[in-house]
């Protein structure tokens, strides 16, 4: 019995779990794993990998899934919302790219079909590496981050093309005119096809198998679906790929639609990742050693050649200097989609095998220095900015109006542009309470503006913005940015100006505090850990648990598990590790309160509560360190200090029960 296939595809999970999980560690997209597993273990470096035909075939599996995928996520509605950025964005970068690229290629001494060819090749962007970076560093939603992403649309969308036109380009055609009439009649039946699949045959027969309640039957019938329409499209002379984006298209409108991309996600991933390294295998270690200079340098003219022409369409399309640098950045590699229209080049002879392995060269090194490029875009845009660039580069063509930010003193900054941080805002203009927004999103700021808002475009990491917003004399800052690296640095920036504003900070993950506490914020909130406690609140409400006891309960846990942090520093730092346990806080004293008429020593707030009462605040006047004769009326504030579980014990005493009725 013939083992080889089996023996391979062990060798290939078993290396792809270990980088995949090295890299997950070090926070590189695993895409880059797989190719370098190809790498290792292909024919020109260990040799291990025997069944390269069975796995390519297990690679084009992979193509069809991922195209299907693609086919599910597309969205004729979200395209229209960023139709500018899509069509004029990136058509202008597609152009451009391919046109220099191929003057370039000319150098190489090729002639003008492969050198035409190579400039679409090298025109093309990594959508799975860019978007998982952003993903994980929350820029989807930013004002760069949806260019990137209309960019890499358009170029999604303009591989079908490229592919179909790619036989023509080869030569294979003789007849160009009426294979382009037949073209265009495969292209009316399929849009044909397409349609009435969206509209009525896919929702009626994804609905008949959906009631039957059978997640294996559903399963059998999206890959039924996808096959069937890929195979039909090879049998029309158009690649299983275009036909696989096809079945997804028809399905991506059902609703439907989203059961089957969480389902196909395993599958597509798995099979995906033989797709690259099936690239890895092919590349020649042997061509890359004896043409080192040459690769190194074809490299560094294509970072080069993407990074400007990226940056450029993002500037015509209204980018600030340092949105055009991260553009520029995150676009300058060569994608995994150019792999696939790189193997149909060399089937129909476009390229000969030379060209194509200095083509995998630059590829698969490009995308692996694409997680560092996009970590230094943004440090490398603030030193840029620090020289004396022309006014019309640095606001870029279409500047925001700038409004003047009255001086302000105990009021609040908002820094971020996620909707945690507009309600903020909007809840704090409806408190008539002194604010100012910094927003890091020119078309976000320019709607605000509008509507009367006190808002300032900029990055708060740059003492010139926070200055703008006038931190030196601001009381609180809250920081809502999603990004713990960023978070950082805008909490040292704040408190080089400033050591008194007191910073509350959003992050998103419990482990993230310690160092945010470290570097001077007052507060943290870690969103999955508050999201739980929110949770559970709810849960003891429904079981009728009394709301004192909840609070002392939250106040517990949050102590407990915020705890562990600082029990990690030394005995020297007792204070300091009790100082962030205290909490002043605000109770009004309202009518009927067990504690109207009665003194500080009746009350005993610190024997039986551990509380102490700092102040009283009467009708507009201060009592600073009442007596223990003072006597408490109603509508009085009263500023108690403790520990959170304190504070939540004692703050029934305010309410209209008697403490002493409920013990």
Not at 166 to 179: H, K, N, R, Y
Not at 212 to 218: A, G, R, S, W, Y
Not at 328 to 355: H, N, R, T
Not at 597 to 619: D, Q
């Amino acid at each position: 019995m013939e083992l080889v296939l089996l023996k391979d595809i062990v060798i290939i999970f078993a290396l792809s779990t270990v980088v995949n999980f090295l890299f997950t560690k070090i926070r590189v997209p695993t895409i880059i794993g797989y190719l370098l597993t190809g790498v290792i273990t292909g024919p020109y470096f260990l040799g291990i990998i025997g069944s390269h035909h069975q796995i390519e075939l297990l690679a084009e599996i992979g193509v069809v899934l991922l195209m299907f995928t693609i086919g599910l996520e597309f969205s004729i509605n979200h395209l229209l919302r960023i139709r500018k950025i899509v069509f004029l964005g990136g058509f202008m970068q597609l152009i451009l790219t391919a046109g220099i690229t191929m003057l370039l290629a000319r150098l190489y001494s090729m002639g003008w079909t492969g050198a035409l060819f190579v400039g679409f090749l090298t025109a093309l962007s990594s959508t799975a590496v860019v978007l998982k970076l952003m993903q994980e560093r929350s820029e989807i939603t930013s004002n760069y981050g949806r260019t990137v992403l209309g960019i890499l649309i358009f170029q999604d969308i303009i591989l079908i093309p490229l592919l179909l036109f790619t036989p023509m380009l080869g030569g294979e055609v003789s007849d160009q005119g009426g294979q382009l009439l037949v073209l265009l009649g495969k292209t009316i039946v399929l849009v044909g096809m397409v349609y009435i699949g969206n509209r009525w045959l896919m929702p009626r027969l994804l609905t008949l198998v959906a009631h039957t309640k059978n997640q294996e039957l559903f399963m059998m019938s999206i890959f039924a679906i996808c096959l069937s329409v890929a195979l039909l499209t090879a049998e029309m002379g158009i690649s299983l790929a275009f036909g696989a984006f096809l079945a997804g298209l028809m399905i991506s409108e059902s609703e439907y639609s989203h059961n089957a991309f969480g389902q196909l996600i395993p599958f597509k991933d798995t099979f995906t990742s033989f797709f690259f390294v099936s690239i890895g295998l092919l590349l020649d270690l042997s061509f890359v050693a004896n043409h080192f200079m040459l690769v190194v340098s074809t490299v560094l003219l294509v970072l080069f050649i993407k990074m400007v022409i990226a940056g450029g369409t993002a500037f015509i399309l209204g980018h600030t200097f340092r949105g055009t640098i991260m553009v520029g950045f995150a676009l300058c590699q060569v994608g995994e989609f150019s792999f696939i229209l790189a193997q149909s080049g060399l089937k129909y002879d476009i390229i000969p095998d030379y060209y194509y392995q200095l083509f995998l060269a630059v590829a698969i090194i490009s995308m692996s220095v694409t997680p560092l490029l996009m970590m230094l875009s943004a440090p490398v845009a603030t030193r840029m900015l620090k020289f004396p660039l022309p006014k019309i580069w640095v606001d870029g063509l279409f500047p925001l109006p700038q409004i003047e930010i009255p001086e302000l003193k105990n009021h609040v900054v908002f820094i971020g542009k996620d909707s945690r941080s507009l309600n903020l805002s909007v809840m704090a203009k409806y408190l008539n309470m002194p604010y100012i927004s910094i927003i890091f999103d020119p078309g976000t700021v320019k709607k605000l503006q509008a509507k009367g808002e006190t808002v300032i475009y900029g990055d708060a990491t740059n003492e010139p913005i926070l200055e703008k917003a006038h931190v030196k004399t601001a009381d609180i800052v809250v920081i809502s940015v999603g990004n713990q690296i960023v978070s950082m640095s805008i909490i040292d920036r704040i408190r080089h100006l400033t050591p008194h504003a007191f910073i509350i900070v959003r992050t998103k993950k419990v482990n993230d505090i310690q160092e945010l506490y470290r570097l001077g914020a007052n507060q943290v909130i870690p969103e999955e850990f508050e999201t739980a406690i929110d949770l559970f609140e709810r849960i003891l409400r429904k079981r009728l648990v009394p709301q004192r006891e909840i609070n002392m309960i939250i106040a517990k846990i949050r102590g407990d598990h915020y705890g562990i942090f600082r029990e990690e520093t030394s005995k020297s730092d007792q204070l300091f590790q009790e100082l962030p346990n205290l909490e002043i806080m605000a109770l009004k004293v309202r009518e009927g309160s067990f504690v109207v008429g009665k003194s500080i020593s009746e009350i005993r707030f610190r024997k039986v509560f551990g509380v102490t009462l700092v102040a009283i605040l009467r009708e507009d006047k201060l009592i600073e360190h009442p007596d223990v004769h003072s006597v408490l009326e109603k509508h009085d504030v009263v500023y108690i200090m403790g520990r959170s579980e304190q504070i939540a014990s004692a703050f029934e005493l305010f309410g209209k029960d008697d403490p002493a009725e409920s013990n």
